[in-house]
């Protein structure tokens, strides 16, 4: 058997790395129930990063947002694991997109082969119809150059970033990251700008349904489309429907990850969509230890069936996982190797 009060020791140091006194009494509080080594684990392995800690990531996001107020012509957002409270680490770093608002861009030949083709278009309701409509025919084209707009913005924010933080890497052509010492935080600062596709446009371009394109400085060029606030969306709506059961199980992979000997490379993406693809149904009334069970059926099923690998998508809807892509499919087995023998272990105590 493992020794499960070792990894729980490294989980609770993940969760809360200042070694808050009041934050571990309350971790040793919702402990109460969990009567062994392995059940308190799992327990703490399944648990959300205390808001303490969370709100300590987005004040070091909100700070280089007010530096970077006098860029012109931008709006910001968030994305990643803060966001939707998947993360596993107290201190975190956080995400912030600086989205140029001078132009967007479209897919166009989506949008005409739904007006199209009467197959697809007997899909949508007359109103979404004529939103697509409105969206062809006033659509006018950009003069501006994007990319010149999107790596001015890149150079502005180094600049003023540059100016704020002793510690300012510029290096990456996707994101710029700066070390906020007095929070003991990351931030990554990513230029980005709009795309919209369908269900962007008939969900009235309502920025949760919106892509983005980031820009990448080193290669001076747009990468492919994504969909982060959809993302997030959809797993925050079902967080809340599941009473955050769907959250706990993609923090507990997230863990058994972090704890492995093995290199394991699956990224928060991909475990997100293992674990928003699990029906809702087996798991709404389950308890923790129980849930260990439901993740334990699903990679077993993903990685024996090639139907159900196959059809693994990313939350957006977007992409697919495992595809076309024995690697990934290779490292899905590391951690299920990793999950099987807790699942053991679990079912033998």
């Known amino acids: 058997m493992a020794d499960y009060r070792q990894l ?3 989980v609770q140091n993940r969760l809360n790395p200042d070694r808050e006194l009041l934050i571990e009494r309350k971790m040793f509080s919702d402990l109460s129930d969990a009567s062994t080594d ?3 684990y799992i327990k703490l392995a399944m648990r959300g990063v205390e808001p303490e800690y969370t709100q300590k ?3 070091a996001g909100e700070r280089v947002k007010d530096h970077l107020a006098p860029l012109s012509n931008v709006i910001f957002k968030y994305q990643g694991s803060v966001m939707t409270n998947t993360h596993i680490k107290g201190s975190s770093d956080i995400d912030l997109l600086t989205i140029c608002d001078k132009f967007y861009s479209w897919d166009r030949a989506g949008i005409e082969s739904v007006l199209n083709s009467y197959i697809e278009k007997a899909n949508y309701s007359t109103n979404a119809i004529n939103k697509l409509e409105k969206e062809v025919q006033n659509f006018s084209p950009y003069l501006g150059t994007p990319t010149d707009d999107l790596r001015q913005i890149r150079l502005d924010s180094e600049n003023i970033l540059q100016q704020k933080y002793i510690q300012c890497d510029i290096s990456n052509g996707k994101a710029i990251k700066i070390r906020n010492l007095s929070l003991k935080r990351d931030v990554d600062i990513v230029t980005a700008s709009w795309y919209d596709n369908v269900n962007s446009v008939i ?3 309502d920025a949760d349904f919106r892509g983005i394109q980031v820009y990448d400085k080193n290669r001076n060029e747009r990468c492919p489309v ?4 959809l993302s997030i969306k959809r797993i925050n709506e079902r967080g809340n429907e599941t009473n955050d059961r769907l959250k706990k199980m993609i923090r507990f992979l997230k863990n058994i990850k972090a704890d492995s000997n093995q290199n394991i490379d699956l990224s928060s993406f991909d475990i997100n969509a ?7 149904s087996k798991y709404i009334d389950k308890s923790y230890y129980e849930l260990v069970y439901t993740i334990y059926l699903q990679l077993d099923s993903i990685c024996k069936n ?3 690998s196959d059809r693994i998508v990313s939350v957006d809807g977007k992409e697919f996982i495992f595809r076309n892509n024995e690697n990934k499919l290779l490292n899905l087995r590391k951690l299920m190797t990793e999950l099987t023998t807790i699942f053991v272990d679990l079912y033998n105590h």
């Open 8 to 10: 729980a020791q490294s």
């Open 226 to 229: 994504d969909y982060p606030f």
């Open 274 to 280: 293992i674990c928003y693809d699990i029906d809702i």
């Open 306 to 308: 090639k139907t159900h």
């Open 203 to 205: 969900n009235d371009k």
């Open 38 to 40: 392995i059940l308190k």
């Open 57 to 59: 990531s987005k004040e």
